[in-house]
């Protein structure tokens, strides 16, 4: 069974740039996670969804950042107008249950 | 304040050793999986145990429901148990969001 997968691995941009990170979770996963982790912390939630369905985004700046789950299988993050603040990994996570099974994450440095 | 505390922050073992790190959360929690993150690397699930005792290889894992904690024991250590192990609770409900704490970074050394 393949996991998650998620790309890019690794973006680098200048602050004003976006930027979108794409997640296919396990198929099958009827919930998806997106997670922000910033250096030598642990991860926090960003946004779930529950099929098609935002189930909680508010956690999620949201003027600057959106997430869409149109089919209720691959996942889109995208950052409108990075800032260096949001240098981070992004995680994306799924599950059909309790246990989340995670993806290896983008790594995001902003300059 | 932090909702999921993990102690020690950092641990130090010579390999063959064994090691206890703690979790303790400050509300009740319906779900709750340890995770070992290498460094610079992604999350993989270790187990997950809302209550009770659970084994999986060298590692076991208890968590005290009412008493808000859990454990993870790590037995006869070896150098690539090396990285971080956080712990984490879904805070409300069924398949929400997880709570993370901010890690043990365990050291193993030969």
């Known amino acids: 069974e393949a996991g998650v997968t998620q790309s890019p691995r690794y973006a680098v941009l200048q602050e004003g740039q976006a930027v979108s990170f794409w997640c296919d979770p396990i198929?099958?996963?009827?919930?998806l996670y997106w997670y922000q982790q910033p250096r030598d912390q642990g991860p926090q939630l960003l946004v779930y969804?529950?099929?098609?369905?935002?189930?909680?985004n508010s956690q999620l700046p949201s003027d600057r950042f959106s997430a869409v789950r149109p089919k209720g299988t691959n996942s889109t993050l995208k950052i409108q107008s990075a800032k260096q603040g949001d240098t981070a990994t992004y995680l994306c996570?799924?599950?059909?249950?309790?246990?989340?099974?995670f993806g290896p994450g983008t790594r995001l440095t902003v300059l | 304040g932090q909702q999921v505390q993990q102690s020690p922050a950092s641990l130090v073992l010579q390999e063959g050793e064994n090691a206890e790190l703690q979790c303790n959360f400050s509300s009740t929690a319906t779900q709750l999986q340890w995770f070992y993150q290498s460094p610079g690397g992604s999350l993989v699930s270790l187990l997950s145990n809302p209550s009770g005792t659970k084994h999986t290889g060298r590692l076991t894992s208890t968590t005290v429901t009412k008493e808000r904690r859990s454990s993870l024991h790590i037995s006869s250590s070896q150098t690539t148990d090396s990285g971080t192990y956080l712990c984490a609770i879904d805070l409300n409900n069924y398949a929400q969001g997880l709570t993370f704490g901010l890690g043990t970074r365990v050291s193993v050394f030969p």
């Open positions: 969804f529950r099929d098609e369905a935002v189930i909680d």
């Open positions: 198929s099958g996963h009827d919930t």
């Open positions: 996570a799924s599950s059909l249950g309790y246990e989340q099974y």
